[in-house]
């Protein structure tokens, strides 16, 4: 469990470090129990942020006026939908892309002792 604790963790640290950066954040991928906890991490730095299901959903309202905007992906998000809100953003207008570092994470788990003799 330490192990999906530090992995949580240091999405949220990356989620922070991309609020300080941005005039407005959207989050793509299902609602689920982290979507509050980054809720709170943007207001806390007082960037406004929208989650959606996918990019389908986003609306131009939300990025008016705003030049820096931050495009994450919560939890397991499919590459495709981030992808899908970076298009979207290309369509109202010329984009330049930057991505934060972070890399991709790997994560192993041992099977219990008494699996692992079977």
């Avoid at 990356?14 to 709170?40: H, I, M, P, T, Y």
């Avoid at 298009?87 to 002792?113: K, Q």
């Amino acid at each position: 469990m330490r192990d999906l604790r530090f992995a949580a963790e240091g999405r949220r640290k990356a989620f922070r470090e991309l609020c300080r950066k941005v005039d407005v954040v959207l989050l793509v991928g299902a609602e689920g129990s982290s979507a509050d906890q980054l809720r709170q991490i943007s207001a806390r730095i007082g960037v406004p942020s929208h989650f959606v299901a996918g990019p389908d959903e986003l609306r131009r309202e939300w990025v008016k006026g705003a030049s820096r905007i931050g495009v994450a992906g919560r939890g397991p998000a499919p590459e495709e939908l981030i992808e899908g809100a970076v298009d979207w953003l290309s369509r109202l207008g010329p984009i330049e892309v930057s991505r934060l570092g972070g890399g991709r994470e790997r994560m192993e788990f041992r099977l219990p002792a008494e699996l692992a003799r079977v």
